[in-house]
C-alpha cells in the first residue's frame, strides 16, 4: 500500500517567506508526528497530532512555526518568516496508533536563502 | 540536553563481519527503544526495537540488546552485507508520558556505516 507522503520533496525559498509543507499520512493512521533534521543532526521532534488535535507541541521552535492536521488525515506544517537556520530536512511519521511503529515519509529539504 | 546519543559518527566493516553500533541514553523514563535505518534522500525506515522489559530482541541478522542499569543499547549486523551501508539512527520513547498514551521518538544522532565489500 501507499506510504506517507511529503511535498514539495525539495523547497528554495527566501529569507522572510512563508512557508507550507505537507503531510499524507498511510490511510487509517490515527498518530502523527513532524520531525526535523538539521546538518549533522538527528531527529527533532516537532508536534504529535491524534487525530485532529494537538496533544503535544512542545518541539515546535518558535511561534513562526504552526501545524494543522485536517478530517484525521493531511497535515501541514506553515513556517512563517523563514529565517536561515530553518533549513534542515522535515520529516512527517504517522501510526496506526501512538504505541505502534512510526512510518516515516521521504521527507522535504527547505532551504532558505 | 541530548538525551540519546550516538558517540560513534561512523563505523567501517568488512563484508560478512560483525557490525556493533552503540546508543547511550539519560532518561530513565524511556521504556521503548528503536533503531531505524536511513538511505540518503529517503525517511528513515524502521528495522528492530526492544522493550525495557527485555535485555534482547533478534530479527534475523539483527540482534538488539538492551543494558538499563547502563542506559546502554546496542545493534548488531551479522553477518554485515554492503546493502547495510547506511546512516543507523537509535531512538527512544516513554510509553506514557503525562497520563497520555503516546510514541514521541527521541532520537540520536546517527551513525554511518559502511560495509566494503
Known amino acids: 500500500g501507499a506510504g506517507v507522503s511529503q511535498s514539495p520533496s525539495n523547497k528554495v525559498t527566501e529569507k522572510g517567506k512563508d512557508v507550507e509543507l505537507r503531510c499524507d499520512p498511510i490511510?487509517?493512521?490515527?498518530?502523527l508526528y513532524w520531525y526535523r533534521q538539521s546538518l549533522g543532526q538527528g531527529l527533532e521532534f516537532l508536534i504529535y497530532?491524534?487525530?485532529?488535535?494537538?496533544?503535544?507541541k512542545s518541539g515546535l521552535p518558535s511561534d513562526r512555526f504552526s501545524a494543522e492536521r485536517t478530517g484525521g488525515s493531511v497535515s501541514t506544517l506553515t513556517i512563517q518568516r523563514t529565517q536561515q537556520e530553518d533549513s534542515a530536512v522535515y520529516l512527517c511519521?504517522?501510526?496506526?496508533?501512538?504505541?505502534?511503529?512510526?512510518?516515516f515519509g521521504p521527507g522535504t529539504r527547505l532551504l532558505v536563502l | 540536553d541530548q538525551q540519546v546519543k550516538q558517540n560513534s559518527p561512523s563505523l567501517s566493516v568488512q563484508e560478512g563481519r560483525i557490525s556493533i553500533l552503540n546508543c547511550d541514553y539519560t532518561n530513565s523514563m524511556f521504556d521503548y527503544f528503536l533503531w531505524y535505518k536511513k538511505y540518503p534522500a529517503e525517511g528513515p525506515t524502521f528495522l528492530i526495537s526492544?522493550?525495557?522489559?527485555?535485555d534482547k530482541n533478534e530479527d534475523g541478522r539483527f540482534t538488539v540488546f538492551l543494558n538499563k542499569s547502563a542506559k546502554h543499547l546496542s545493534l548488531h549486523i551479522v553477518p554485515s552485507q554492503p546493502g547495510d551501508s547506511a546512516v543507523y539512527f537509535c531512538?527512544?520513547?516513554?510509553?506514557?508520558?503525562?497520563?497520555?498514551?503516546?510514541?514521541?521518538?527521541?532520537f540520536g544522532q546517527g551513525t554511518i556505516l559502511t560495509v566494503h565489500p
Open positions: 511519521a504517522s501510526s496506526l496508533d501512538p504505541q505502534e511503529t512510526q512510518y
Open positions: 490511510s487509517g493512521h490515527t498518530a
Open positions: 531512538a527512544a520513547s516513554e510509553s506514557y508520558a503525562g497520563g497520555t498514551s503516546y510514541g514521541k521518538l527521541t
Open positions: 526492544i522493550s525495557s522489559i527485555k
Open positions: 497530532f491524534q487525530g485532529n488535535s494537538a496533544p503535544d
